[in-house]
């Protein structure tokens, strides 16, 4: 974990960003911008980000193992009434109503992989109503590995549309809604050697897909729970009809849990599933997603991946948690019982940089068989 005079230091620079970022507090506003909480004495940037309309920088530093090393920068705006309900909001009595939070980013790394988004997430009528929309444009050189494990190098380009709008049914914490995805690509493989474990490839291809979804949040905070559930179903059609050049189904569940065990230790435990039917383009096939694992690495027509994560909040502020994963992709090139079980182990720590809204920032550190990585994350790293 970082020393707290070494976080000093990146608070420092975190306030330096933000001050060059955002417009000056004008001399007739009524309360002057400050980045102390006056209830502990702590940094905190909750009223930088609410009532002065700052941005909330993250530093992006990737060490994936499908891309290599890495940096990038992103910035989350908190907008809207509820985020002004959320600054009223105490530890005693806290908001449930996520804020809207508009977010801007981009990566580049060692590899010649960059990426650039744009996202927005909204809420209307006390949380009613749900609205989440992103645009994207990715340059990304990966590997596939397929039936024989070796790594194919290939590139991927393309222009991506996420549309997602819930309705919250009745007065349950459940939210039923549609999702469109839209990607345009081009991909090929170095050397131009398409691998024998793909048999529907094309050079270029558009994915097309709307979804029914169902989703269950009793969170007491979407960024960094302490307790409740989040769950997800997802039927996806990828039609022709929808834009796309292929026709497949995508059936998706996932699960997350946090159950507090003392006022103190929180835990948490992770399901994620995907099984595909049809002619799914390699690149969108299910895969093993486990910190430390490499995207990608274990692909297939389906794929579970499973994580439990114990967290202790040694002070309201500093938290520190480890975590264990295990998953396996199968259906197609390996049964369930043949596919191999991929695991992994790790740990992080979080501090509460808007205590607010909820947000914490920190870094996890992960291994798996022949492969270590680190996060920079704002908040929970399942998502």
Not at 74 to 103: E, H, K, W
Not at 189 to 206: H, L, M, T, Y
Not at 325 to 353: C, D, H, M, P, W
Request: charged letters at 20%; proline letters at 4%.
């Amino acid at each position: 974990m970082l020393g707290r005079s070494a976080f000093a230091r990146v608070a420092a620079t975190i306030v330096a960003i933000t001050a060059a970022a955002c417009p000056a507090v004008h001399a007739d506003e009524k309360e002057p911008l400050s980045f102390i909480d006056p209830t502990d004495g702590q940094l905190d940037l909750s009223d930088f980000l609410l009532k002065h309309k700052g941005a909330l920088p993250v530093p992006i530093v990737i060490t994936e193992p499908a891309v290599g090393y890495g940096v990038g920068l992103g910035l989350l705006f908190f907008s809207g009434p509820i985020a002004q309900a959320a600054a009223n909001s105490t530890d005693d009595q806290p908001n449930r109503t996520p804020p809207n939070v508009t977010a801007l980013g981009g990566v580049y790394t060692q590899n010649g992989t960059w990426a650039a988004a744009a996202a927005h997430f909204h809420t209307w009528d006390d949380d009613r109503y749900r609205y989440l929309g992103a645009v994207a444009k990715v340059d990304a050189h990966l590997d596939y590995f397929g039936v024989t494990s070796q790594p194919r190098a290939y590139t991927l380009i393309g222009d991506a549309l996420l549309q997602q709008f819930l309705v919250r049914l009745g007065n349950s914490r459940w939210y039923g809604g549609v999702r469109y995805v839209f990607f345009d690509s081009t991909s090929s493989f170095a050397g131009g050697n398409i691998p024998a474990s793909i048999s529907n490839f094309e050079r270029n291809q558009r994915i097309g897909a709307g979804s029914l979804m169902l989703d269950y949040d009793s969170r007491d905070n979407i960024f960094f729970p302490a307790s409740g559930s989040f769950a997800e179903f997802e039927t996806q059609f990828a039609r022709t009809g929808f834009g796309g050049t292929q026709n497949y189904d995508v059936y998706a569940a996932r699960g997350f849990k946090w159950i507090p065990l003392t006022h103190t230790l929180i835990l948490g435990l992770r399901v994620d599933t995907r099984f595909s039917t049809g002619d799914i383009p390699f690149y969108a096939q299910p895969y093993v997603d486990l910190r430390g694992v490499q995207k990608g690495r274990y692909q297939d027509r389906n794929a579970i991946s499973t994580e439990a994560e114990l967290r202790w909040d040694v002070t309201p502020r500093w938290s520190l948690l480890g975590f264990t994963g295990v998953g396996k992709a199968y259906g197609r090139l390996e049964s369930f019982s043949q596919a191999q079980n991929v695991t992994s182990v790790g740990a992080g720590f979080r501090y509460l940089i808007a205590r607010k809204l909820g947000v914490s920032i920190g870094i996890d550190v992960a291994h798996s068989k022949d492969q270590n990585a680190f996060y920079i994350q704002v908040g929970s790293a399942w998502r």
